[in-house]
């Protein structure tokens, strides 16, 4: 009988697992989700859900993109990439989009990872106009002299993923 109805479950685990590819820990309350190239994560501790993803840059090094969101609180631009030093010296980070407009954002470091408050600030406005309109941007590192380029075609995949993610906060 357990064998007949382990053989009646699977069918239905794999319906799930190809319709469904969020996947909840419970012993963690971790939600995981991936989302094209990006891979996201909520987490019930902290009230929060990222979204990352790894991009190469021009300089063929790897670097590291994260949206760090905690609802009704704050949103968090962070950039980590091997040049990264801990000397504490303030960056920039500036999107060049394709009709030539372009958006520059102080960084601060914190532990050797790079990170702007998004939505404070008066390019802020400006810059989320330009990525709703735009197919891609070519994201520069001032202070490092590198740059990598990102697909926004993928931007309203993420952004509902976040807002999944949200959701499953509030449960």
Known sequence: MLKLKRLMLAPAIL????????????????????????????KIADRSCTAQTNLQSASDKPVGLALYWRPKKSLFLLVSHPDVTTDGSMQKIRFRFPDGKSVALKLT???????????????????????????????????????????????????????????????
């Open 15 to 42: 319906a799930l697992s190809v319709v469904a590819p969020l996947h909840i820990s419970a012993k963690e309350a971790t939600m995981f989700d991936n989302r094209g190239a990006f891979q996201l994560r909520g």
């Open 109 to 171: 470091l914190r532990d050797k990872t790079l990170q702007a408050r998004l939505g404070i600030g008066s390019s802020i406005p400006a810059l989320f106009h330009e990525v709703k309109i735009s197919s891609s941007v070519n994201v520069e590192l001032v202070g490092l002299d590198d740059s990598f380029r990102i697909d926004l075609a993928e931007k309203g995949n993420v952004q509902q993923g976040l807002l999944d993610c949200q959701k499953w906060l509030n449960q």
